[in-house]
């Protein structure tokens, strides 16, 4: 039976009406896993880049930031409305009034055209959450939560930092602001296998959540990942075994979920391994026709 899916590409054009380009951009935040509130070291695939690494850097001015980023991207493909994408670490994790200035800033440039907001279930507080309604009501706005697994045993070798009725009671709470939630899950989290993947996929479907990402594990330098992958003690997946287990996840998702990743990068200069993923034109080239293959179709 054919299952249908929707791209972000897709999906921001139906929305918008255009084509829509995210801005990366660092919000100068922390995160509670690294300034000593959960642990000081991060979660253990985590650069020091705070999943980052591609952000534009924080200058201050959040509109000189938004204007940088956007000069960063190919002349011919640069385009007239984007989303303002704060990605590095954990962009709730500040006083309210912080968050408020910041992102209605942001927001106040007439080619943003909706905000989107990466950070974690247990970084969204009740002012938070009103914020984020209020905020919607005036752009769209997107909230990208880091779930990676509802295996707790995973949950805490990687140094999550919370269980996971905190990730449900956050989508719970979410649903009632208007926002949509996407969900992030690394397939290739040392300890499980497919079936484990495939669990943590039917939790993400049946919560609720309106789009995920899927994402390949990286290793990369500077990581306790990368120290443990260097000693031996952990493997990287292949790429037909990611793609097989990407094939196995998505068929738990609904009709029309919106697929905002299928993959994902890593710095080159950090990667460790799979070096396989650095080619991504070449691995999004063989998911798309495995897909074709198993009447899984990318609207």
Known sequence: MKRYYKTANSYFHERFGCKVYKLALDGGMSC??????????????????????????????IKLQMERAIQ??????????????????TNTYADIQTLRNLFYSAISEDFIVGLSIATRPDCLGKDVLDLIAELNSIKPVFIELGLQTIHEETAKFIRRGYTLDVYDSAVENLKKTGAHIITHM????????????????????????????????????????????????????????????????????????VLHRITGDAPKNLLIAPKWSADKKHVLQEIRETFAACDIILQ
């Open 32 to 61: 509670p896993n690294r300034d000593g509130t959960l642990g000081t070291r991060g979660c253990i695939f985590c650069s020091n880049g705070g999943s980052g690494d591609f952000a534009e850097k924080q200058c201050g001015n």
């Open 72 to 89: 960063r991207l190919d002349g011919k493909n640069r385009g007239e409305h984007f989303i303002a994408y704060f990605q590095s670490y």
């Open 186 to 257: 690394i397939l290739g989290l040392p300890g499980e296998d497919s079936e484990m993947m495939q669990q943590t996929a039917k939790h993400i479907a049946s919560i609720g959540s309106d789009g995920v990402k899927l994402q390949l594990l990286h290793i990369l330098c500077g990581t306790d990942l990368g120290d443990l992958y260097e000693a031996g003690s952990i493997s990287a997946l292949s790429k037909s075994e990611y793609i097989s287990c990407l094939c196995d996840c998505v068929r738990c998702f609904p009709n029309g979920t």
